[in-house]
């Protein structure tokens, strides 16, 4: 049985959906509206092409950047411009920006911390070993490789000598 849904929930999910951080999938989205997966992402699509409509007021949703969309300029600007505000500011220019206070917050936080070493260096770590595990692999496999070749051109040789050939 199929479920109905109104216009005001599909733009609620929609919004949802574009709003969140990076590390929020969009099927735990789905999952947690009680939603499929395909019916968010088709809500979505709509919503981008200006298909998906509230009822109540009759206007359209915007098009407004996701907050993983936004340049590290252009959330360089919004931390600044938040900078000298006070809370009740910093909730008004959100809400005329289409973000969350908490997307300011996160990306403060993302340009005062340096990246960290680590990752990069257990990365790296993580790679080199992987380069040398797939070439102990090739190499193991260039050894068989030639064994077979040797095998079959000794093959060859043994019935070219003694006229022996197995598929007579």
Partial sequence: MRRQFTQEFKVQAVEKALSQCDDVRLEDIADDLGVGYSTLQRWIALAKKHQLEIHQTGSQMTAEKRPQDWSLEERLNAVIEC???????????????????????QWKKDLVTPPSNKTVKSDSKQLKQEIKQLQKELNRKDKALA??????????????????????
């Fill in 147 to 168: 064994e077979t070749a040797a095998l079959l051109v000794l093959k060859k040789k043994a019935d070219a000598l003694w006229g022996f050939n197995e598929d007579d």
């Fill in 83 to 105: 900078g000298s505000l006070d809370e009740a500011a910093i909730n008004e220019y959100c809400r005329n920006i289409g973000l969350y206070p908490h997307h300011i917050q």
